[in-house]
């Protein structure tokens, strides 16, 4: 078993309530809204107008930069109008209406079916670049930028990342059991892009399912194999992950692929695989709709642009004490006003709580018992840099670090006296950007 | 994206944040097409803040209370040993310290908040630092010291640099060093109070006037007898520090429910035993042996309790077995060759005074960090 790393909590996990659940596809919904931006790093363009017609799989934004990626429409229809909506990530974003003509029309070009066996590196990029994949775990950076290494950094192993260990998130698992074989064919594709033969799947032990799963299936694989992890959150973060199975160190302030890995999440395995076999761009992903205030927990496969209050409905509908809809796991997700956000690339679920089990943070004085300190799995002190966040001190929190905070939220879930302090880090985080675009 | 941060942290949101919300909904209400359903109630219903959504359930108070659940049967025993005296100064304590403590957060403006239960914490441990038999007067004075100037002049619970407890009895040893000696021999159940002294005073006191070890004296206190008394807490002593295997048992419970670790009271007391035991070894007619000094003078209580006490204490596991020795030898230097027969609350308090200079040397380094060249 691969173990551990520094720091991390154990909370309660809450998988069991869609865990049992197969995948359901969701029918199309009237309306769809798709943000033209659906990946960390550069915004990517409107490419359609108001009224347009659109095939599914068109694209209806190009990446602005590399480190970006294109959208394209779930499904033929029109747009009814584009403008600023909510989205999952809590602000307003630009984003098209699409409303579905029915008949769910592949552009020309897409859904056929291509051998994979001669694709070459360079091909298999491009494929996945043109595709729009982007880590399908939550944090949507664009894949073809990962397998894009430098050359003075040579990479030796591929993580698959079926940890999932954010609570009540069960979409990974269900993944790993239903999709088994797409998956590690989406891995074979990303080892050969990046020319690595070493393929460790890695998924914590509560999933015994999913590793015997795994385990029948990378038998006759070569390079393949399958590591149990222990169970702890956050165990599936990149640098902790990393760690755990090759027991190297992510330099701090570095990427992955300084320490030679590269990790990518069962989804995107199986984005790829649908990208480079049948022609497929990302337009649709498994999201995990569960938690005490939905009715009928479940995990289904939602396209791109359904809004959250259709994938309740589709789930039974909320429950009337329902306090908080998260997009994301509990630990790591973003707490939504609107129900109007609609799902996007990076949705692994929709949790909804109720209002006593919502944790509410006060600014109440540091008791300094060193809890956050314990838990923190980069090793920061979380309690110190608090207390400058709090003072506006904004430079010493740097000083200290908090550009390595990875906002995993242990230490806040443990504090006792309930600071927010994954707010403090953002807010610092966001700050020092602020001053050095200005000083810039 | 720093829009996306600002938004996300609207809890404690600045003014320019609301304003972005207004937006939110301003744009909702008139660039949305016409909605199948109404969603105003739900806007207003959910709760939006920023992650992480759930919490472990321990709060400040929680510890509190396990920290008094902990003390509570040393603290029982010393009123089944002394009797309704030391009840009496446990009661006054605990009421004055909630007193004090509600006053101050009055008169300082600060949300009157002891349900944190700290309040209540520190009456009670300032009463199991002082003599069974004290007068109320002095109970007060040392609350006043506690709550009043250790901790709320200082900013409240989380700004103290010293444990409020120990400032009251320190102060208190320095002011009424007569009242803070008079002992009363254990199984006094009121009238027949005898003023006694506790065996290490004794011990010290034989020191001083013969210039070695009085032997007889050595042999009834290391009698099997005298040693189960010690560990049982059958001898004179302040209200809690007298039964040893009690205030062990506190403290495995609070190590068991991570409420501390060992670092602090393991590295105190071995080290308070490593260096008596030197000297003994040295020095044998001259020195006490170090099992009755670990079993004396508070050690326990004051290793277990105050020394472990998070304010005042480093916070990284490092730092805290640095704050151990450093409480360790400061206790054993006192007890050897200072005027007071034991130590532990002044060398608590000095190492308090150092906490910070350990926790900035003792600094965690960011997972990844390069060694510095
Ligand atoms: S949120 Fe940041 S500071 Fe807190 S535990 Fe995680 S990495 Fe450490
Ligand atoms: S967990 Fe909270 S109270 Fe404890 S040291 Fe960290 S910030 Fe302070």
Redesign the interface.
């Known amino acids: 078993m691969a173990g551990g790393f520094f720091g991390g909590v154990h909370p309660e996990y809450n998988k069991e309530l869609s865990r049992g659940k197969s995948i359901r596809v969701m029918p199309l919904p009237e309306q769809l809204t798709v943000y033209f931006s659906q990946n960390l790093g550069a915004p990517s363009n409107a490419v359609v107008k108001k009224g347009e017609e659109v095939k599914k799989g068109q694209v209806i934004a190009q990446p602005g930069g590399f480190v970006s990626t294109p959208v394209h429409s779930p499904t033929s229809g029109k747009i009814k109008s584009t403008g600023f909506y909510p989205s999952p990530v809590g602000t307003l974003m630009e984003a098209a209406v699409i409303i579905p003509d029915g008949r769910d029309e592949w552009e020309e070009g897409c859904d056929r079916e291509r051998d994979t066996a001669g694709l070459t590196s360079d091909e298999i990029k491009d494929i996945v670049k043109e595709a729009g994949i982007v880590g399908m775990g939550g944090a949507t950076f664009p894949t073809h930028v990962k397998l894009s290494p430098p050359e003075d950094k040579p990479i030796d192993i591929l993580i698959l990342n079926g940890a999932e260990c954010e609570p009540y998130l069960t979409s990974d698992h269900r993944l790993m059991l239903e999709k088994t074989e797409e998956i590690l064919e989406g891995a074979s594709l990303f080892a050969r892009a990046i020319n690595v033969k070493n393929i460790v799947v890695a998924i914590e032990k509560n999933k015994p399912g999913a590793i015997e799963k795994m385990r029948e299936a990378v038998e006759g694989r070569d390079g393949f194999s399958v590591e149990p992890m222990e169970v702890i959150y956050p165990q599936g973060a990149e640098k902790q992950l990393i760690y755990s199975i090759t027991g190297r160190k992510v330099p701090a302030g570095g990427l992955p692929m300084e320490a030679g890995a590269l990790v990518q999440n069962v989804g995107t395995c199986l984005a790829a695989f649908e990208a480079a076999r049948l022609s497929r761009p990302l337009i649709q992903r498994v999201v995990a709709v569960t938690g005490s205030g939905i009715k009928n927990p479940g995990n289904v496969l939602a396209r791109v642009g359904t809004s959250f209050r259709d994938i309740i409905d589709f789930c039974g509908g909320m429950t009337d004490d329902t306090a908080k809809v998260i997009s994301g796991g509990p630990m790591m997700g973003v707490s939504q006003y609107s129900l109007d956000s609609a799902v996007n690339k990076g949705t692994s679920g929709i949790v909804l709580l109720k209002a006593d089990e919502v944790a509410q943070f006060e600014n109440e004085p540091c008791i300094r018992c060193g809890r956050c300190l314990v838990v923190c799995p980069m090793k920061l002190n979380p309690s110190a840099l608090s207390i400058f966040a709090e003072r506006m001190r904004y430079e010493e929190t740097g000083e200290h670090g908090v550009a390595d905070c990875i906002e995993c939220g242990s230490c806040a879930y443990v504090c006792p006296s309930k600071r927010p302090l994954v707010q403090h880090f953002k807010r610092a985080k966001a700050e020092i950007r602020n001053r050095s675009k200005k000083a810039g | ?12 949101g600045s003014g320019k944040n609301e304003m ?2 207004e ?2 909904g301003k ?2 209400t008139s ?3 016409p909605e ?2 109404k ?1 105003e109630p ?2 207003e ?12 359930g ?3 108070s ?2 509190m209370r396990l920290v008094i659940f902990a003390l509570l049967p040393a603290a029982l025993f010393s009123i089944y040993i002394f009797g309704v005296t030391s009840l009496r100064v446990i009661v006054i304590s605990i009421c004055s310290a909630l007193v004090f403590e509600l006053l101050a957060l009055r008169i300082m403006k600060r949300p009157v908040n002891i349900s944190d239960d700290s309040a209540f914490l520190t009456g009670l441990l300032l009463a199991l630092n002082l003599p069974p038999g004290s007068p109320w007067w002095l109970v007060v004075t040392g609350t006043f010291f506690a709550i009043v100037v250790a901790k709320q002049i200082f ?5 103290n640099p010293f444990n409020p407890a120990l400032i009251g009895r320190v102060v208190l040893l320095v002011s009424f060093p007569v009242h803070m000696t008079r002992w009363i021999a254990p199984s006094a159940w009121g009238a027949d109070a005898v003023t006694t002294a506790t065996p290490l005073g004794r011990m010290a006191e034989s020191l001083d006037t013969l210039g070695h070890i009085d032997m007889d004296l050595i042999r009834e206190l290391f009698s099997r007898e005298e040693i189960i008394n010690l560990l049982i807490g059958n001898t004179a002593g302040c209200i809690g520090e007298v039964s040893i295997i009690l205030l062990a048992a506190g403290g495995i419970f609070l190590i068991a429910k991570k409420v501390i670790s060992w670092h602090i009271p393991v590295s105190f007391i071995g080290s308070v035993w490593l260096l008596t035991g030197i000297f003994y070894k040295i020095d044998p007619a001259h020195y006490i042996n170090p099992t009755f000094h670990v079993l004396s003078g508070g050690l326990f209580l004051g290793a277990i309790f105050m020394a472990t006490d ?7 596991s490092s730092g805290k077995i640095i704050f151990g020795i450093g409480c360790g030898l400061i206790t054993v230097l006192i007890r050897l060759f200072g005027v007071y027969p034991e130590g532990v609350s002044f060398a608590i308090l000095l190492m308090n005074a150092a906490t910070p200079l350990i926790d900035r040397y003792t ?8 060694k510095a060249a």
Not at chain 2, 45 to 56: A, G, K, N
Not at chain 2, 155 to 159: F, K, Q, S, T, V
């Open positions: 994206m720093e829009d996306e941060m600002k938004d996300k942290d609207r809890k404690s972005k919300r937006e939110a744009n909702k660039r949305k097409p199948k359903k969603e739900f806007r219903r959910f709760i939006v803040s920023s992650s992480p959504h759930i919490h472990d321990r709060t400040t929680s510890i900013g409240g619970l989380g700004y998070y304010v005042t204490s480093p916070m990284t600094k965690p380094k960011v997972f990844g960090a390069r």
